[in-house]
């Protein structure tokens, strides 16, 4: 009744192409972008306190959904498994760490984006074994990645600029006359900028995988031999899918790092991040930008969301909250992907076939 | 559908309006502990130990200055990320004052706590650094400081077979927590003449230091020093136990010389010996009264065998300190119901001497803690305790760190880490 597209006619190819091709969904993005910009910066979530919402619900979701972004770019859309998301992440902050502190009045936007190039041409080095490899090898290879990433935050000590912790550390840093970052910066100001950057991210991955790149990337992922025998170059099809999905993971870490957990040291880019990450894409759904949200948003919060609620509203003890929230997460894990293997996206797709015939069902 | 529907909302609405609910007259002292994960065998002692005194002082005196107090734990695993939501879930609750039981934790949240106006203490842990109070006036680590408590460590030795010409192993845990001291180790061997030989324990190698203790020996040092945590200790003292190196030559910081790292070994590991600041054992009143009131009628979590024993006596000093801080600024304001910035206060104007800690029911249990402006670590004086196979004893007086080595070095640190903070919060001291 409400979702349905009758009556909506295309006369042109343009149209037909758009990124939303129905009013419906063209509304309902609207209304999300209205939510996210205007109505929690107002009210924030009812009934939580605002710099809980802030901290440790929105910003990380935010954050961690650009992650899921650039992991599903390899995972889902060039289908390139990636173990390494934690210590990529890690490049980028450390990337950002470096840039910040070797040119302190460089813009704090401008050192975030670079640390994602960065983290890009360090992807692309390690995506190289991918031209030979494939599959569960390839796990191998990202996986050691990982570990001579972490490996090299700790004994590098250049790189966390000799730090007697061993961690590194954002301070305070202004852009047009805000402090934007660091210990001073207001929630609401890091909430603002790390939104925009989503949005801005996913409007260029959604154009990115419709267009000839990405296309390429599903033909690989798809049947490797046959898309070469049509013409697409597994090399660059390849190393360019981790280049852009390293991109995305160092913006995320370079984010994480300053305008969230404002320090970090290597523990925060683990293997065991990694496989967090790894579970966003795969409940949200292999090959979806929906998904990613979704599955961002389902992984961080409900373990935050059943803590919190647990200690408050009903009195119970942080640590037996902290073993149900992750019994809860993983019985949701295997539970979502027995009901539906496609992860989240696929819920929502169903959902949305339902809607149109709702409430009657011929 | 829509009743239903309606009442789904309505449920969650109660749900969360209660979340938000707050109580007023109460003096919220969060802990960040740590019951599950790696390292949950010393983390419920430390939690145990910190809560059960606050207990006590309800169930005894009615809290402090008359206001109950609510010692709230947050639950992290001992994962950094997981302390900093800890730490944003209480921005805006007042509270007084944050016990992050972690050096990762600490270093996070370190630069928020002059934003936010709550005092870090962490008591034994955190930034050496943190001692110089004119740089960080809101951090506080009394009793003493990593870098402290290394140079006695080394005085020990000195006075035990002499330091010259000597080498001496130094086995840590490589996170911050163990390079901390490792600068302190550097200015110190040449100085006093003996040489030093790193042997870093990657985290996931807790468990399995074999390779580690080839090292050590090929390469034969007089004494080796360990900064280890959770399961590397008891790991350590096996493999040192194995390869025959003597325990009575191999010393663990305050850290590393618990109940919960040697009770598995029993007599295996005797001789080890270990650096603390608290003593062990239940002979004292104020202990005795947490038994009393908290431990025996069942109110905590603890086990009747637990008071007593390193970490949970450990614990509870940190609770004492906090809870005199909390009395001294209600002496300070006037108020019964403080603030993190009245805490703080507190925290400086500190006065634990030896009759304070005897009024407290906890003569002799460790060194004066005497804070100043200035000062945020205190005297800093340890001593050693040994394990004869079934229980730690305390084997020396107090030992008084190298103040003349530390102090430069704690203020060229202290200048490192602001260096390159811009609008850090310093304060001046007469």
Redesign the interface.
């Known amino acids: 009744m409400f979702y349905r597209e009758t009556g909506q006619f295309k006369s042109k190819y343009k149209e037909e192409l758009a990124a939303f091709p129905l009013a419906e969904d063209k509304v309902g993005i609207a209304i999300l972008l209205v939510i996210a910009y205007v109505f929690i910066p107002i009210f924030g979530i009812p009934g939580l306190s605002f710099e809980f919402t802030m901290g440790a619900i929105m910003i990380p979701v935010f954050i961690f959904t650009i992650t899921t972004l650039g992991l599903n770019i390899l995972l889902g859309f060039a289908g390139q498994i990636s173990l390494g998301t934690g210590a990529f992440m890690g490049v980028g902050a450390y990337s950002c760490y470096k840039i910040m502190t070797i040119f302190p009045d460089l813009n704090i936007i401008i050192c975030v984006i670079l640390s994602g190039l960065v983290t890009a041409i360090v992807g692309m080095i390690f995506g190289l074994p991918s031209l030979k490899i494939k599959g569960f090898y390839l796990i191998v290879a990202t996986l050691a990645a990982q570990f001579f990433l972490e490996w090299a935050f700790i004994r590098v000590a250049w790189l966390y600029n000799y730090n007697d912790s061993g961690g590194i550390e954002g301070t305070n840093k202004e852009m047009f006359g805000l402090i934007v970052s660091g210990p001073q910066s207001d929630a609401l100001t890091r909430y603002f900028i790390v939104l925009t950057l989503l949005v801005l991210l996913t409007w260029l991955a959604s154009n990115v995988i419709r267009g000839r790149i990405g296309r390429s990337w599903m033909m690989i992922r798809d049947m490797d031999i046959a898309a070469e025998l049509i013409g697409v170059r597994p090399l660059t099809a390849k190393l360019s899918a981790f280049a852009f999905s390293s991109f995305y993971i160092g913006i995320s870490g370079a984010l994480m790092v300053f305008f969230w957990l404002g320090a970090a040291e290597v523990e925060s880019f683990d293997v065991s991040h990694s496989f967090t990450y790894l579970f966003m894409v795969i409940i949200g759904g292999l090959g979806s930008i929906t998904g990613s949200y979704m599955g961002a948003a389902l992984v961080w919060v409900i373990p935050v969301l059943i803590k919190e609620i647990g200690k408050t509203a009903f009195g119970f003890d942080a640590f037996v909250m902290e073993n149900f929230s992750i019994i809860f997460l993983g019985v949701a894990i295997v539970v979502i992907l027995i009901v539906e293997p496609h992860g989240l996206a696929r819920l929502w797709q169903i959902t949305k076939q339902k809607l149109r015939l709702w409430p009657f069902p011929y | 559908m829509k009743k239903l529907l309606i009442g789904a909302v309505m449920a969650l609405?109660t749900?969360?309006?209660?979340?938000?609910?707050s109580f007023a007259d109460e003096l919220l002292v969060p802990t960040m502990?740590?019951?599950?994960g790696p390292y949950a065998a010393n983390g419920t002692m430390i939690a145990n130990g910190f809560t059960d005194y606050f207990m006590m002082l309800n169930e005894r005196d009615g809290g402090i200055g008359g206001v109950k107090v609510k010692a709230?734990?947050?639950?992290t695993?001992y994962?950094?990320?997981v302390g900093?939501?800890c730490y944003?879930?209480y921005?805006?609750?007042n509270a007084l004052v944050h016990t992050p039981n972690s050096?990762?934790i600490t270093?996070?949240?370190?630069?928020?706590a002059?934003?936010d106006e709550v005092p870090i203490l962490t008591m034994g842990y955190g930034?050496?650094?943190a001692a110089k109070g004119e740089t960080f006036p809101w951090a506080f680590n009394y009793p003493a400081s990593y870098w402290s408590q290394m140079t006695s460590i080394l005085s020990y030795i000195d006075s035990q077979t002499g330091l010259k010409g000597k080498k001496i192993g130094f086995l840590y845990l490589?996170?911050?927590y163990g390079?901390?001291p490792?600068?302190v180790l550097e200015e110190l061997g040449p100085k006093m003449g003996f040489e030093t030989l790193l042997v870093p324990v990657?985290g996931k190698e807790m468990q399995n230091q074999s390779s580690h203790w080839l090292t050590i020996r090929k390469e034969k040092p007089d004494w080796v020093i360990m900064w280890g945590w959770g399961a590397m200790n008891p790991t350590a003292i096996k493999e040192a136990a194995k390869t025959r190196f003597p325990l009575d030559r191999f010393i663990g910081n305050w850290w590393s010389g618990a109940h919960v790292d040697t009770e598995a070994l029993g007599s295996k590991a005797k001789g080890y010996l270990a650096s603390s600041f608290t003593t062990t054992g239940t002979d004292f009143p104020a202990i005795q009264d947490m038994i009393k009131y908290v431990v025996k009628p069942g109110k905590s979590?603890t086990e009747m065998g637990m008071p007593g024993k390193v970490l949970y006596n450990r614990a509870m000093f940190n609770a004492v300190i906090i809870a005199e801080a909390i009395t001294v600024a209600q002496k300070m304001t006037g108020k019964k119901n403080v603030t993190g910035a009245d805490v703080r206060l507190g925290l400086e104007n500190i006065k634990l001497d030896e009759a304070r800690l005897k009024e407290l029911g906890l003569e002799g249990f460790t060194a004066p803690v005497i804070g100043s402006c200035a000062d945020h670590e205190s005297g800093g004086s340890i001593f050693v305790q040994q394990w004869d196979g079934s229980d730690w004893k305390r084997i020396t007086g107090l030992i008084p760190p190298m103040t003349d080595v530390v102090q430069p070095l704690l203020t060229a640190?202290a200048e490192?880490y602001v260096s390159?903070?811009?609008?850090w919060t310093t304060q001046k001291c007469n």
């Not at chain 2, 749900?15 to 609910?21: E, G, P, T, Y």
Request: aromatic share 4%; glycine share 10%.
């Open positions: 609405g749900v969360f309006s209660s979340v938000s609910l502990s740590y019951r599950v709230e734990e947050c639950e695993g994962k950094a990320q900093v939501e944003e879930s921005r805006g609750k050096t990762g270093l996070q949240i370190l630069q928020k002059p934003e930034l050496s650094a490589d996170v911050g390079r901390e490792i600068p990657a979590k640190a490192k390159d903070k811009s609008g």
